[in-house]
Structures are given as structure tokens and as C-alpha cells.
């Protein structure tokens, strides 16, 4: 019989049965042949027909043990590969506003890794229905389902999918496993699967496959995938919306946005996923009957993030970079990134620009503003420019000439040499040093003046004076303490006019300098992000140390006479009437830069405008700027916003002017005069005309193409002052030229 011919030849067969898979069914094919081809009549022909089955089977039998053979091989050389594919395991970073909570922007890869036991069992088993519904039963790998894929290899026919969730999950995760349709990578991915299978529970065969599987939309994984169609996370889906996420997985760019027809058939596809729960078990009919086609989220546009969004992920690039982390591990790397930004007075920042510059601002003006925390460095807001018109920002990158409010610093390291308020300096116009005349605005001579005056009038010959009298070596000095780098004050600090500002420096690093005078001489550099945390969870907090700048009756006196500015000198504009604010005005010649920076005891703010030909900053009703208009009313604009609610805070008492506000000109050594706090110290003679006060040499230069055009959106009408502010330095200063351009790019005279 040929069942005892069989198990005469092959003793094993029950062995190679359950090693190889469809044994038994080959076995029973085989026979089944032999007994249709051996004829049946003639004892003559039966000892042929035993003859011809032992060959037969003796073949069979071959085939069979060099398919174990080589299968067992192959077992052994095909090893679950160690790592997983970079893709398969990359988390995009999610970058946060202050608060910790507020998303900014996310970078990368829009992957959030889910453990299992958060994905509700609905949606998993939404998934099991329509993937594989003998997940949890088989050995990782359907027969029939790889020889329909083989099958489509060969012939090239796209015909209906087969593999399990296993070696779905196989081919997406693990390294070394292609996408490439061919026999080898297909038979290697069954390989791998089969271990898995025993190696691996399901669940973390699932939980992979879930935060592996591309979903449409640009999700990747269950997670990024629920936010992506729904706005919630994986743990809020319903049933129907589970579903629906299980039918996306078969064609998700068709079901990604379906219109029309792809509608009709995505709806077909999920009513499918529905009906294929209740057969598995998971939904019961009535359930069934009660769901709904979901409605989805409207697609999330994939463009990159406009305005100044743009600029603070500039920012914060740079900044991880600074710190170590490399563009890989912000994109794949699952950063969880929080800044140093405040919502609110970012847009507070952009709302001052916008609404005080007036209509009909020519669009080469361009406006910076900064907003430093004094007490830890931190960058809180900033507006850089209009960023569909320009990629450079305007408080980053643009450096221009610091005019006039680069004269705190001097004033700065003459108290710290021991100079006191009342110091006597030459303020008469024009000064000669080594045989170049230095003048004031206008021509204008105030005699020899005290340096609260010499501040609150931004008196040119005064700080020239002052200047040469303690060293430009100690006024650089200070200025580096202060975060202004070396290299954008050496090729200045030999030169008599570099207390007026020649210097070009950032509106950023200008509200950072100035921030060491509101904390009392300790300066913190300034930053942007708060804390980064890793993908394992550990968490970096970022602070900068702070660092003694200069002394802290230094920064109490340098108050008070930049509080004067303020109260009665070149920026009333500044003013705000509930709290002290101190501060400084600059214009550069021609008013090729205006600025104000100021500060309260909680935030220090640099402002700026230049144009980005060099030309003068001029804007209709006002004609030529200076830093006592329009960034002086910006600055109050902002933080008349930024100060609301917020305490009011004194400064120190300055070391010479006691109670009342007792000053000593120096001449006898009494006390001269007294005046209440709504009144400023004014002992010398006030500037014989109206004009701007103390011009710094030649205009800034910046490299960068067409500016932002601020001033576009319609703000309320303003009425020009009468200007009060300060051109600085002397005509026959030396030229400035632009070198290379690019971001960061400073202009120095040339030699």
C-alpha cells in the first residue's frame, strides 16, 4: 500500500512534517499522485509501480532533508539583528514656550514612541482585525500570505498583501531588513520573524509595530498618528476612530485628506475594519451598529513655521548646537526642548513695532527689539524683522554701531576706577585729540560738567574726556565683561571717539549688557533655552552663572544718571509713569542707527532701527530718526505690556546723592541743591538748541538684502517730537565699509 511504502522510506516524515511547514499536506499530495499514476491492474506491473514509488519518494525524501538542511542553515546564519533602524526609532523634538507646556514648533521626525498599555484595547485590537487576526495565535508568519508575496515578486503582479504584523513590524524596525522587493530580503525578513516570534512576546511585538507603521499625514506611529487625524492623543481615540487609524494603514496617502472618491472608499475601508471586529470577537454587533464614520482634523499645512517662530527656532538650533547636541539629535532624537520665550510678550514685542511704526515706513527700515531677564540671562522676547520678507533676523544677527548707548560702559569704568557721579569732565565743543576735532551737536559747549549731566545730555566731548582720562583699555575691558565680544570691540578700543559707540553690537547683546546694571553689576549671558530632556527622560536644566561685571554702587550710580535720560533728558519718550526706568538713547551720523535700551530692576530692552543700504534711517512725519523717537516709544510701547501687573521695584540709592536727591558738584565740597524725585539733577547748562545731541562717526553697515518692510500694518497716527536725541561723532571719522555678507556680519571703519 502506499501508505506502508511511505513510512517504509521516510521513518522521519512526522518530523520533517512539523519542521517544515505544509509537510503533511505534500505527503498526502504525493500519495495521492503516485496511486493516480501507478496503473492497477497486472501483478506484473505492481513490483514496477513499487520500483517507480521508492524512487519517487526516495527523491521526495531528498528534497525534503536538503530542505531541512538548508533551512536549518539558514536558522543558524540569520540572526535577529542587533539594532534597529534609525528611522524606526527616531522621535522628532518638540520645542516649548517657557511655561513648559506651550508647543513652539517640532522638529524632525513626527514620531512620539506609546507604550502599549496606553493605546486603548479597542484600538489595538481595531489594528488586530484588519493586519492580522491571527496575531496573537500564530507563529509570526502566514504560508500562504508569503507565497501570494513571493508569487507577486516573481511575476510582478500586485497581488494582496500577506505578512503578518511580526514581519511588518520586522521589516520596519530592525536594521539590515530593506524595503527592496526580492526573494532573498523576503525569505531573511520570514527568517527573523520566526525568532522573533519565539524570542519576543507579542505585546512588544505590537507596541513596535504600532510606533513603527507610517500612518499618512506625515505621522508616524499610533501616537503622532491620533494627533494627526484627530488632535488628541492615542489614549482618547474612540472605537471609530480607532478604526479608522486601522484603515488608514493600508494606503495612507490616499486616506490621509479622502475627497470625493477616496471618501467613498475610506469609508468602505473602515466599515470594513468594523465588521472585522465583530467577526474577531472585539465589538460586539450592537456596538457596531451604533458607530459613526469619525470626522477628521483638518490637514496641518507641512510648510515650515512663518514669522518669528522662524527666528526662535534659529535660535534654538544654534543654541543646542552650542551646547552639544547635533542636528541628528534634534530631529530624530526625541528632544523635549524648553526655551527661555514668553507667548505673550513675544507677541507683545512684534505688536509694539508694528503698531508705533507709521504707515508708509519704507521697507529698508528695519526694527530690532531684545528683552533680557537681568537675573538669569534669559532672552524672553525679541522681534527680529518680517520674516517672509527677510531670513536675517534684526536682534540676533544685525550688528550695527551702538551709538551713544555704548556710553554707559565707559561711564561704567570710570566708577569702577574710583571716579565718583560728580567728577568734573570737559564737555566744551569742538576737543582735539591728536589734532582731530571731536565736536557735540550743533557745536553746542556745556563747560566742565558733572557725569550725571554728561549722560543725561549725551555730551560727545564729555565721554571723549572721560575716555582718555581713565583709559579706553579699562572702558573694552568692561564692555567684555558685559558679553560684548573681543572681536567687535578690538578693532575700535585705540580710537579716541570708541566711548561714542563706534562698535557694532546686537540689539540681544545690548539688552544683555545693559541687564548687568538692573542686577547690580552681575551679568548672566543671555540665552534661549531653559532645559533640554532626552528621549530616556534625563533632563539638563540650563543657567549661566553669573558674573561680578562691576560693583554693585557702580550699577546704583550708573542708574541714576541714566534714570535722568529718562526723567529729563534725551528719552522722555521712555518713559513709564508707574515705575523708574532707566536708559540710553543712540543715533550714529546721519542717523544711519538709532537705538534706545533701558531697563526696570526685572527686564532689560535694547531697541534698534537702521536700513539695510546704510542710508539714513528717516520715516515719513519724522524725517531723520534719532533714538529719542521712535525706538524710544517702541521700547515704552513694549514694556508699558511687558511690566503690566508686574511689581514695581526701586533702584538702589546712588553713592553721592542722598536723601531728597542731594548732589555735590565737586567745586567746594558742600551740598549744592536738592530736588524731590519727580525732578531730574540738571546743575549745568542746558543745550542751546533742540537739535540731537552727540552724533557717533559714520553709519552702520550691515549685509543682508531687502529688509522686513516693518510698518506695513496700519498702527495709530503719532505726532513727531521735537528731536532730542544724539547724532555721534565727529564728520571726519573715518568711513565704514561692508565686509563679506551673512548673518552675525559686523561693519568696522576701515583703516
Known amino acids: 500500500m502506499p501508505g506502508r511504502t511511505l513510512r517504509s522510506v521516510l521513518p522521519d516524515a512526522a518530523r520533517l512534517r512539523t519542521a517544515l511547514p505544509g509537510g503533511a499536506a505534500v505527503r498526502r499530495a504525493l500519495s495521492r499522485a503516485l496511486s493516480r499514476a501507478v496503473p492497477r491492474d497486472g501483478a506484473k506491473r505492481q513490483a514496477g509501480r513499487r520500483r517507480w514509488t521508492r524512487h519517487i519518494l526516495l527523491g521526495v525524501a531528498a528534497v525534503f532533508a536538503l530542505g531541512a538542511v538548508l533551512f536549518a542553515v539558514a536558522w543558524a546564519l540569520t540572526p535577529i539583528p542587533e539594532g534597529a533602524q534609525k528611522q524606526a526609532v527616531a522621535q522628532g523634538s518638540v520645542i516649548y514656550y517657557r511655561d513648559g507646556k506651550t508647543v513652539l514648533a517640532k522638529q524632525g521626525v513626527n514620531r512620539s514612541n506609546v507604550e502599549l498599555a496606553k493605546v486603548p484595547a479597542h484600538v489595538r485590537n481595531a489594528v488586530i482585525a484588519a493586519e492580522n487576526r491571527t496575531f ?16 507577486s515578486t516573481v511575476t510582478g503582479r500586485q497581488l494582496q498583501g500577506g505578512s503578518t504584523i511580526t514581519q511588518q513590524m520586522v521589516r520596519n524596525y530592525y536594521s539590515g531588513l530593506s524595503q527592496e522587493r526580492s526573494v532573498a530580503r523576503k525569505f531573511k525578513e520570514i527568517m527573523v520573524a520566526l525568532k522573533v516570534d519565539q524570542s519576543k512576546s507579542k505585546d512588544w511585538v505590537l507596541q513596535q509595530y504600532l510606533n513603527t507603521i507610517y500612518f499618512g499625514r506625515g505621522a508616524w506611529g499610533i501616537e503622532a498618528a491620533s494627533q494627526a487625524y484627530f488632535g488628541k492623543n492615542v489614549g482618547e481615540l474612540s472605537v471609530a476612530e480607532g478604526a479608522y487609524l486601522a484603515a488608514v494603514i493600508q494606503q495612507p496617502s490616499r486616506y490621509a485628506d479622502p ?65 552639544g547636541y547635533t542636528d541628528e539629535d534634534i530631529n530624530q532624537g526625541g528632544l ?79 566708577l569702577e576706577s574710583g571716579l565718583p557721579l560728580s ?27 558733572n557725569l550725571v549731566s554728561a549722560t543725561q545730555h549725551s555730551v560727545n566731548t564729555a565721554f571723549v574726556d572721560l575716555g582718555q582720562r581713565i583709559g579706553l583699555d579699562k572702558v573694552a575691558e568692561l564692555a567684555e565683561k558685559v558679553g560684548i565680544p573681543a572681536e567687535q570691540i578690538d578693532p575700535h578700543k585705540d580710537a579716541a571717539t570708541f566711548p561714542l559707540g563706534v562698535a557694532s553690537v546686537s540689539a540681544v547683546q545690548q539688552a544683555s549688557g545693559f541687564s548687568a546694571f538692573a542686577n547690580n553689576g552681575t551679568y548672566h549671558a543671555a540665552h534661549v533655552i531653559r532645559s533640554v530632556t532626552d528621549a530616556s527622560g534625563r533632563k539638563v536644566k540650563i543657567s549661566e552663572p553669573g558674573v561680578r561685571a562691576f560693583g554693585e554702587q557702580t550699577a546704583a550710580d550708573a542708574t541714576y544718571a541714566m534714570e535722568q535720560v529718562v526723567r529729563a533728558g534725551t528719552g522722555t519718550a521712555a518713559r513709564l509713569y508707574d515705575r523708574p526706568v532707566a536708559g540710553k ?59 503690566r501687573d508686574k511689581p514695581v521695584k526701586e533702584f538702589p540709592e546712588p553713592s553721592e546723592y542722598g536723601w531728597g536727591g542731594y548732589w555735590d558738584d565737586g567745586d567746594d565740597g558742600g551740598w549744592d541743591g536738592g530736588y524731590d524725585d519727580d525732578r531730574p539733577v540738571v546743575p549745568d547748562p542746558e543745550p542751546t538748541d533742540e537739535g540731537p545731541v552727540d552724533p557717533v562717526p559714520t553709519p552702520p553697515e550691515i549685509s543682508q538684502g531687502p529688509g522686513p518692510g516693518e510698518g506695513e500694518d496700519e498702527g495709530e497716527e503719532t505726532v513727531p517730537d521735537t528731536p532730542d536725541d544724539e547724532p555721534e561723532s565727529p564728520p571726519d571719522s573715518p568711513e565704514t565699509v561692508p565686509t563679506e555678507q551673512g548673518p552675525d556680519t559686523d561693519i568696522r571703519p576701515a583703516a
Do not use: C, H
Open 136 to 151: 496573537y495565535e500564530d507563529t509570526g508568519v502566514s504560508l500562504s500570505g508569503t507565497m501570494r508575496a513571493v508569487w
Open 259 to 323: 475627497k470625493g472618491a477616496d471618501l467613498a472608499a475610506a469609508t468602505e475601508r473602515w466599515q470594513w475594519v468594523i465588521d472585522a471586529m465583530v467577526q474577531t470577537g472585539a465589538l460586539g454587533e450592537q456596538q457596531a451598529a451604533r458607530q459613526k464614520f469619525p470626522e477628521l482634523a483638518e490637514v496641518k499645512s507641512t510648510l515650515a513655521p512663518k514669522g518669528q517662530v522662524n527666528y526662535m527656532l534659529d535660535q534654538v538650533r544654534a543654541e543646542l548646537n552650542r551646547r
Open 336 to 414: 523635549k526642548v524648553i526655551t527661555t520665550f514668553d507667548k505673550k510678550l513675544m507677541a507683545a514685542a512684534e505688536k509694539a513695532v508694528t503698531s508705533v511704526l507709521p504707515d508708509g515706513t519704507p521697507k529698508q527700515v528695519r526694527t530690532g527689539l531684545a528683552a533680557v531677564d537681568p537675573a538669569t540671562g534669559e532672552v524672553v522676547a525679541f522681534y527680529g524683522g518680517r520674516y517672509k520678507s527677510s531670513q536675517y533676523d534684526n536682534a540676533f544677527s544685525a550688528k550695527v554701531q551702538a551709538g551713544s548707548t555704548f556710553k554707559p560702559y565707559t561711564l561704567a569704568a570710570a
Open 423 to 449: 567728577t568734573r569732565v570737559n564737555g566744551n565743543s569742538p576737543m582735539r585729540v591728536a589734532s582731530t576735532p571731536i565736536p557735540n551737536s550743533g557745536g553746542t559747549s556745556y563747560g566742565m560738567i
Open 585 to 643: 538713547t543712540g543715533t550714529t551720523d546721519d542717523s544711519g542707527a538709532v537705538w534706545f535700551a533701558g531697563y526696570t530692576p526685572q527686564l532689560s530692552t535694547a531697541v534698534n532701527m537702521f536700513r539695510d543700504d546704510n542710508e539714513t534711517v528717516t520715516v515719513p512725519g519724522y524725517g531723520a530718526l534719532y533714538g529719542g523717537t521712535l525706538p524710544a516709544r517702541i521700547w515704552q510701547a513694549f514694556m508699558a505690556e511687558a511690566m
